[in-house]
């Protein structure tokens, strides 16, 4: 399960995706995106962590949606995945 393993600081998953590390926390507000933490706070991010940014990228510059929009796309896709 390499893919859910944390392993990017915020610099190096905002770098990936090509956002401010800025937007990646606001993300992480709004609960479009949860990485996990190291003991000392540090946002650790996982490959499909990176996945969702990428898509949630894609959603809003795109398609234009905007986060309200993201945030029900998400919580459907999870739905489904949780179903299968």
Do not use: C, F, W
Not at 12 to 20: F, N, Q, T
Not at 41 to 66: F, K, M
Request: proline fraction near 5%.
């Amino acid at each position: 399960m390499d893919a859910i393993r944390p392993r990017y600081m915020i610099s190096v998953a905002a770098e990936l995706v090509g956002m401010h590390p800025q937007t990646l926390r606001l993300y992480e507000a709004k609960g479009l995106v949860g990485p996990a933490r190291t003991p000392g706070g540090t946002r650790l991010y996982s490959d499909a962590d990176v996945e969702r940014l990428q898509l949630i990228q894609r959603l809003t510059s795109e398609l234009g949606l905007n986060l309200a929009g993201v945030e029900q796309v998400l919580r459907l896709e999870d739905e489904l995945r949780r179903v299968r």
